[in-house]
């Protein structure tokens, strides 16, 4: 979900231009209000000359996304890699990564889940050093294994769970930010 709507945020596409809603049975219904707004929608929309690159150590994951990709957004340049995050391999340095770790919930050990948080935080360092990462996780304890400084947080909810979704800026490793350093405009936060 991430990946698609990541694209469609770059593109400025709108979400469900081309599906039926149900108000458009009802009685006071405008045709041409909502065609011309389509229209307006569908001409803001940009070419994004940005790739969006989408890991995760499940090939079935993977396949099942690569399938979304193909029905529905066959003309974006959304890439994906079956393969665990320590072996990312990419550079995207200024980039935004977005993860969705397990939570412990459902599936993971608590030490596993301490030791996948510390990774993401490390190969953030490696892969977007300059950038920023965003982690959306119910495990506040193990989302302090990132050993990163959250700018930002977020309380969202998945279901019935509360998460927090926490943005930091991505520093080489040993990099320290200065007093008073912002890496971020105005328009970005």
Known sequence: TFLFEGWMLMARRAPNLDRGFA??????????????????LREREVRCDKPVLGWDKDAAVIEQARSIKEAFFAE????????????MAVDCAGG????????????GREEDLG??????????????RGGRLLVFTTNRKAARQIR??????????????????????????????????????????
């Open 23 to 40: 108000f458009e049975h009802w009685l006071d219904y405008d045709a041409e209000v909502h065609a011309a707004q389509r229209v307006h």
């Open 76 to 87: 974006a340049d959304i890439r994906f890699t079956a393969e665990p995050l320590q072996q």
């Open 96 to 107: 935004l990564m977005v993860a969705n770790p397990p939570y412990g919930e459902r599936m």
């Open 115 to 128: 030791l996948l948080y510390r990774e993401l935080g490390e190969v953030s360092k490696r892969v977007a």
């Open 148 to 189: 990163m400084t959250a700018d930002r947080t977020w309380t969202l909810f998945n279901g019935a769970l509360e998460g927090v979704l926490y943005r930091y800026p991505i520093r080489a490793a040993g990099e320290i930010q200065r007093q008073g350093e912002d890496s971020y405009s105005a328009e970005e936060t």
